[in-house]
């Protein structure tokens, strides 16, 4: 903290998070973390741009993938993680 004791000088307000803050513009202290897992996950079913009108049910959709994909890891209804992980 001393050494940005001259950017906090003296601050009106304090938020306490109980998680990371990520962004590069804000000085954040994580004394301890439960559990973090960041990551991006991205589907590609086609090469080309197709409204949904025309190739709907024929390209399957991003989203229910990666919904299903998801729901391998942890239970949606409870939160828990399943039991291989």
Known sequence: MA???ADLANPSLVICLDAAAYSPKT???TSSLR?????????TVGSNHCHSG???G???NTYQIL????????DFGTQ????EF
Do not use: E, H
């Open 3 to 5: 050494k940005y004791k």
């Open 27 to 29: 000085l954040t202290v």
């Open 35 to 43: 559990g973090c897992l960041n990551f991006d996950l991205k589907a």
């Open 54 to 56: 025309l190739a709907g």
């Open 58 to 60: 024929v390209i399957p």
């Open 67 to 74: 919904s299903t994909v998801l729901q391998r890891v942890q």
């Open 80 to 83: 828990d993680l399943k039991s």
